[in-house]
């Protein structure tokens, strides 16, 4: 079945460093792949997606771009923040899937200190 | 417009002992998911609902677990008896249809058994 594989946390930073956060994925269709965030005490929120090869999502300072030749979507931010400290999650939604569910990675908690 | 809401946001019950979270989706969103995340592993998916229908419950892990979307608004979930392995933060996420639709996602309700 679909999956998706991302690193293990936590990452700690210091602000202003470049971050990576690996992402690869397991699909039998065409899937979407989307980057999740949970800021502390709050709910999950769209950080940015891509739903072809090649695609580059990005949303505040973020970016990931779809690899269909190495399964892979990783995000990238060239200045990360204090308030960049959340849980990132890594998805796909399966188009040959008529609910459109989304399958997640296991999270990957970034702490950035000043 | 208003989000996802979920309530209650934090319960803490017994084993054995029954409860019910309840999801409001956005207004006009005809698709509602249920996900949990237990013991900080990846979030899993448990069921779809487009309107009063269950689309997909394939994710539902067993006969305990009973959800509803009566009308096509709200949602609950019941899980009877709970047991320890149910704890862990169950999140509701509503969409509008269509291709590519993104899925709003409340703040999530952490389970606890004791």
């Known amino acids: 079945g679909d999956s998706v594989t991302q690193m293990e946390g936590p990452v700690t930073l210091s602000e202003e460093a470049f971050l990576t956060i690996n992402c690869t994925y397991t699909?039998?269709?065409?899937?979407?792949l989307f980057w999740y965030v949970q800021y502390p005490g709050e709910g999950l929120q769209l950080l940015l997606k891509a739903t072809k090869a090649d695609d580059k999502g990005s949303n505040k300072g973020f970016e990931a771009t779809y690899r269909k030749e190495t399964t892979s979507f990783h995000l990238e931010k060239g200045s990360v923040q204090v308030s960049d400290s959340a849980v990132y999650f890594c998805?796909?939604?399966?188009?040959?899937?008529?609910?459109?569910?989304?399958?997640f990675g296991s999270g990957t908690r970034l702490l950035v200190r000043p | 417009e208003a989000g996802v809401t979920q309530f209650p946001s934090h319960s803490v019950i017994e084993k054995g002992q029954t409860v019910t979270l309840r999801c409001d989706p956005i207004s006009g969103h005809d698709n509602l998911y249920w996900y949990r995340r237990v013991m900080g592993k990846e979030i899993k998916f448990l069921l779809h609902?487009?309107?009063?229908?269950?689309?997909?419950e394939s994710g539902m892990p067993n006969n305990r677990f009973l959800a509803e979307r009566t009308g096509g608004t709200y949602s609950t979930l019941k899980v009877q008896p709970a047991e320890l392995e149910d704890s862990g933060v169950y999140f509701c996420?509503?969409?509008?249809?269509?291709?590519?639709?993104?899925?709003?996602f409340g703040d999530g309700t952490r389970l606890s058994i004791l």
């Open positions: 996420a509503s969409s509008r249809t269509g291709y590519n639709q993104p899925q709003h």
């Open positions: 998805a796909l939604s399966d188009l040959e899937d008529s609910s459109y569910k989304l399958i």
């Open positions: 699909a039998t269709g065409y899937p979407s």
């Open positions: 609902f487009v309107k009063e229908s269950k689309q997909d």
